[in-house]
């Protein structure tokens, strides 16, 4: 993982022009200082290119995962052939495969990466290679011809990695991995669309990534074994697992995180005892492969065979004991770690700053993920990416709140959704919080592969009631079906009923968080509210307490826009709050009880609507 900042002169700007030709050397200091906020995310080395043409300036923090090492020593990018430039964050997980499509012959680095591919198809095809093949990975990336002078960007299908982009006052281009980087340069900026990548020739967005299923009116029929939601999950890990250095799995002991703990650690498992004729085996050994050079390495060697798991929250809180309940069944080298609520917020102004967000739910859940991260590198040396579950709630229908949905077709429309904009709050949470302290996170549910597979099953699939006799079940029973009686989990923790990250920490952290911002928080600073930020108005003085340090840090009115704002009740969308209208509480009561949190719903086990009755 990486971070990246890019500036392109515009179609007029001309050698005599303030910023053409771009080899300044006081240009290129101020684009070292820009690109240099972003070190968090990739400490390992710095590259400022400034292209043939002079026409722009393309910087690279590098986290070196693949094709470089601690040992090796990573070659610094932007990645450069001929006049051909670019710059990439990600990883791509079938860069094995896009090399076997390219027609042409190209000269690979001595040190191949798994996104030079990328640089290799936007010389044969252009910035439109990213409809001629299926990327599937995690990335943003910029790209410079500087024959034609023209340039692109582009960004992965649901935004796992952020990007942003802008222009200044002499209408250059800018993008960024961060908001940092751009909102105090450009006059106008917002978030990059995923799925889109970006051409100068025409000065245009393109979407290259639109399956029948992105459109909430349509209804998919295809109808599944769980065998087969089982095997695409597996492969999806498989290739998460791509790397040259050692990697971890985030342990909250839901049902999504252990699922991909639990197959991470049988691949490795298979891979150590090294059997041939495994298919499992053979698989995985493929995975390691970057450019016919082999990778192998053993990811744990030196950490007792085992994969490393590691989960955080409040003293007795609900996650570490069931995390160390998986750990123990799985067989992972399990860390349990633990904060405090004042430890929490005293860092919710870094939060902040590295999250870009003033939403609640998401700083929320990214103050004890950041901790985290901060406690991994502290505790152990050695872990650049670690795998997680997020995802399996938008793809399964996994949030309390859809068990009203009241019919199959407004499940379906839900879910996209909520998939759509994954951008805005879990990802950016996920890969902001972990890269605060330069740790990759990834998410094999949201592996193309495995998203295109389950995006297109029936609905009626995911419902939280059965299909033929209307019964209720557990939500994402589909996912549990399917590994039902495999002996992956305790049968117990495979039905352990979503508990939301913020919740199941510990109840005491919503509770504190709430508590403090009644203290820092006046009742007239509330009614001044629609004054003092008349853009997405806070209506709690907690969700006050984050906009007043989000001003601080991002004044702007551009960078508040960014930002989506809503009513939701766990993690809802503010079109389902209509299935089921603040369940229990009448509209007098809304206000009060519109929360984010998952024990706002009624079915939740520890609800606090239950004891209002």
Request: glycine share 6%; net charge negative.
């Amino acid at each position: 993982m990486c971070g990246i900042c890019c500036l392109f002169a515009s179609a007029g700007a001309t050698a005599e022009g303030r910023r053409c030709p771009m080899d300044d050397p006081k240009l290129r200091q101020r684009m070292i200082e820009r690109v240099s906020r972003l070190m968090h995310r990739g400490p390992d080395c710095l590259g400022v290119h400034c292209t043939a043409d002079q026409r722009a300036l393309l910087g690279h923090q590098r986290l070196a995962i693949v094709g470089g090492n601690a040992d090796t020593m990573p070659d610094p990018q932007p990645t450069v052939v001929g006049p051909y430039s670019m710059a990439v964050n990600g990883e791509i997980y079938n860069h094995v495969e896009l090399r076997k499509q390219l027609k042409q012959e190209h000269v690979w680095s001595s040190n191949p990466t798994d996104t030079e591919v990328l640089l290799h198809a936007f010389v044969e095809y252009g910035p439109h290679f990213m409809k001629n093949m299926q990327v599937n990975g995690m990335f943003a990336l910029c790209a410079q011809n500087s024959e034609t002078h023209q340039f692109m960007a582009a960004r992965d299908p649901v935004g796992i990695i952020p990007l942003y982009y802008g222009r200044d006052e002499l209408g250059d281009m800018w993008f960024a991995s961060e908001l940092k980087c751009l909102h105090d340069v450009c006059i106008h900026f917002e978030e990059f669309p995923p799925g889109h990548y970006y051409s100068s020739e025409d000065d245009s967005l393109t979407a290259f990534y639109n399956p029948s299923f992105w459109s909430e009116t349509y209804l998919p029929t295809k109808k599944v074994e769980p065998a087969d939601v089982a095997h695409q999950l597996e492969q999806a890990v498989l290739r998460h697992l791509m790397g040259d250095v050692p990697c971890a799995v985030l342990l909250s002991g839901g049902l999504d995180s252990s699922l991909v703990a639990a197959i991470a650690a049988n691949l490795l498992k298979s891979k150590s005892q090294d059997k041939p004729e495994s298919p499992t085996s053979s698989s995985l050994e493929h995975t390691f492969y970057a450019a016919g050079k082999s990778h192998t390495r053993d990811i744990q060697e030196g950490r007792k065979d085992k994969l490393p798991s590691f989960c955080i929250g409040l003293e007795g809180s609900p996650d570490l004991k069931a995390a160390e309940e998986v750990a123990n069944f799985i067989g992972t080298d399990h860390h349990t770690l633990t904060f405090t609520i004042q430890e929490g917020i005293d860092v919710l102004k870094q939060v902040i700053y590295h999250l870009e967000t003033y939403d609640v739910t998401t700083i929320r859940a990214s103050t004890p993920m950041y901790i985290l991260a901060r406690k991994i590198r502290s505790k152990v040396d050695g872990f650049k990416f670690v795998l997680s579950g997020e995802g399996a709630d938008e793809l399964f229908g996994g949030y309390l709140y859809f068990h009203k949905a009241p019919s199959a077709s407004e499940m379906q429309a839900e879910l996209v959704r909520k998939v759509r904009a994954l951008h805005q709050f879990d990802c950016l949470r996920a890969n902001k919080s972990m890269l605060g302290w330069s740790i990759e996170l990834r998410v094999p549910f949201l592996d193309r592969e495995f998203m295109d597979f389950i995006m297109d099953i029936d609905p009626a699939m995911k419902m939280c009631k059965d299909e033929t006799t209307g019964k209720p079940r557990m939500e994402k029973y589909l996912l549990r079906k399917a590994f039902e009686g495999k002996n992956l989990l305790p049968e117990k923790l495979l039905w352990r009923q979503k508990e939301q990250f913020s919740d199941g920490v510990g109840y005491g952290w919503i509770d504190g968080l709430r508590d403090y911002a009644e203290r820092v928080v006046t009742d007239l600073q509330m009614r001044m509210a629609k004054y003092r930020f008349p853009i997405n108005t806070p209506n709690t003085k907690e969700a006050y307490m984050y906009r007043e340090f989000f001003a601080e840090q991002f004044p702007s009115d551009l960078a508040a826009k960014c930002v989506p704002w809503g009513p939701s009740v766990a993690c809802s969308t503010p079109t389902a709050l209509k299935w089921d209208t603040m369940q229990k509480y009448n509209q007098t009561d809304m206000e009060k009880h519109v929360d984010p949190s998952g024990r706002c719903v009624d079915v939740h086990e520890a609800s606090p609507l239950d004891a209002e009755q």
